[in-house]
């Protein structure tokens, strides 16, 4: 099969991408990435097709992070969001003649019209349940939020898309939500991390998290900062945005003073100044999959994919959330005793990470539950669930 994935998001939304499509490479099937043009060398990596698409969560980060209140990948006006609708809708039926499957990740709200333009089959994927909406168990304020979100959407932007799907002789849409996510959403997170609940709003499919196997190696300054001492301790915010970092290389040292702990920094999307010492080590990227298995815990935001991997190394985590899924997988890492409650992002201090970091270093609880989960996953593979789905629904069909 030739199949399309469009992604518009940070690298969180990419990565899993790029897994699935290094996964259906090896398959056989013709890959093409559509994703925001900081990514060209990381897609480079599984040799697919890679289109930029799209604009630039990481460029608006660090142009202004003050201004990503909200969350770095969705704080956009309602004029960009509009054309970046458009452009969905209007180029990338072009860009993606012949076709067979389009795949869309993150805020893709155009792409299911350019695939009913293209006459093709189109899928979401996504990393966490809570996008499936709400049960009838719920507390009625989540469900009136919801709601309420879903219908400022349609009162935003549901003419807009109509308008267009007009000039391609499209019927109108009724809900931007409904058509956002599909037939049948497909579920790329572990079921035993995040499980999608029975009788939510939307149908869907549930494969695991889809891990991309590290092709590098660890630099040797943190293999030997690494094996110079005990396990060290990591804290990376990701793409969160950080307007003072010269405040937070001052949180992190005290938070070295207060935990003597060693520490690995991640600079992240903020490029927080190197101001390494011999307990404190900052970094850029780095593939976690080698790296967790050697610390003590980690610090972070609460993203999916570094929520699955650390889950994978058997190690303490706690999360300190920003935006969107990062609260609910906070409350997954409590329920499952992976590690301590913590505040949010935006309250966090030099106190509330050392703290964290204290409970997850001396709490035994914390660490033998993170093996027990771990052992629970060795097996796993969410790629290779989610890659039979795929063919088992679409290959060998007459595409309408």
């Known amino acids: 099969m030739k199949i399309a994935c469009v992604v518009l998001g940070t690298r969180g939304d990419v990565q899993p991408i790029v897994a699935l499509a290094d996964g259906l490479l090896k398959r056989g099937h013709e890959v093409t990435?559509?994703?925001?043009?900081?990514?060209?060398?990381?897609?480079?990596?599984?040799?697919?097709?890679?289109v930029p698409f799209g604009p630039s969560p990481k460029k608006a980060a660090k142009e202004d992070p003050r201004k990503?209140?909200?969350?770095?990948?969705?704080?956009?006006?309602?004029?960009?969001?509009?054309?970046?609708?458009?452009?969905?809708?209007?180029?990338?039926?072009?860009?993606?003649?012949?076709?067979?499957?389009?795949?869309?990740?993150?805020?893709?709200?155009?792409?299911h019209t350019a695939a009913d333009i293209l006459k093709v089959p189109y899928r979401l994927v996504i990393y966490y349940p809570i996008v499936l909406g709400t049960t009838s168990d719920?507390?009625?304020?989540?469900?009136?939020?919801?709601?309420?979100?879903?219908s400022m959407i349609n009162l935003l932007v549901k003419g807009f898309i109509n308008k267009h799907r007009a000039k391609y002789y499209l019927p109108p849409i009724k809900d931007v939500w409904s058509n956002w996510l599909g037939d049948r959403v497909i579920v790329a997170c572990d079921p035993e991390l995040n499980k999608a609940r029975d009788n939510v709003s939307f149908p869907f499919i549930q494969t695991g998290f889809m891990l991309l196997p590290s092709?590098?190696?660890?630099?040797?300054?943190?293999?030997?900062?690494?094996?110079?001492?005990?396990?060290?301790?990591?804290?990376?915010?990701?793409?969160?945005?950080?307007?003072?970092?010269?405040?937070?290389?001052?949180i992190f040292k005290k938070v070295r003073n207060n935990t003597k702990q060693r520490l690995i920094i991640s600079k992240g999307w903020a490029d927080i100044p190197e101001n390494n010492s011999p307990d404190i080590l900052y970094v850029d990227e780095l593939p976690f999959d080698l790296l967790f298995p050697k610390l003590a815990a980690v610090i972070y935001h609460g993203g999916t994919g570094t929520m699955a991997t650390v889950a994978r190394a058997g190690i303490p985590q706690a999360a300190f959330p920003f935006i969107a899924?990062?609260?609910?997988?906070?409350?997954?890492?409590?329920?499952?005793?992976?590690?301590?409650?913590?505040?949010?992002?935006?309250?966090?201090?030099?106190?509330?990470?050392s703290t964290a970091i204290n409970e997850c270093v001396v709490n035994n609880l914390y660490k033998n539950n993170a093996l027990k989960l771990a052992d629970k996953l060795k097996n796993s593979n969410g790629t290779e669930l989610t890659i039979q789905h795929i063919e088992k629904e679409f290959l060998n069909q007459t595409i309408y």
């Open 33 to 50: 990435i559509c994703a925001p043009p900081e990514n060209e060398e990381f897609i480079s990596g599984v040799n697919c097709r890679f």
């Open 68 to 111: 990503q209140k909200g969350g770095v990948a969705v704080k956009i006006s309602p004029k960009e969001g509009k054309k970046v609708i458009s452009d969905q809708i209007n180029i990338l039926p072009k860009i993606l003649t012949g076709t067979d499957l389009i795949l869309g990740a993150g805020i893709v709200f155009g792409v």
């Open 138 to 150: 719920d507390p009625l304020k989540s469900r009136i939020m919801f709601g309420f979100g879903r």
């Open 215 to 250: 092709k590098t190696e660890l630099p040797d300054n943190v293999l030997n900062f690494c094996n110079s001492g005990k396990p060290p301790v990591y804290i990376g915010f990701g793409s969160n945005p950080i307007a003072d970092t010269e405040k937070f290389k001052q």
């Open 325 to 353: 899924d990062q609260f609910a997988n906070r409350d997954n890492i409590v329920k499952l005793g992976l590690g301590p409650e913590t505040c949010n992002y935006k309250e966090m201090t030099a106190e509330s990470i």
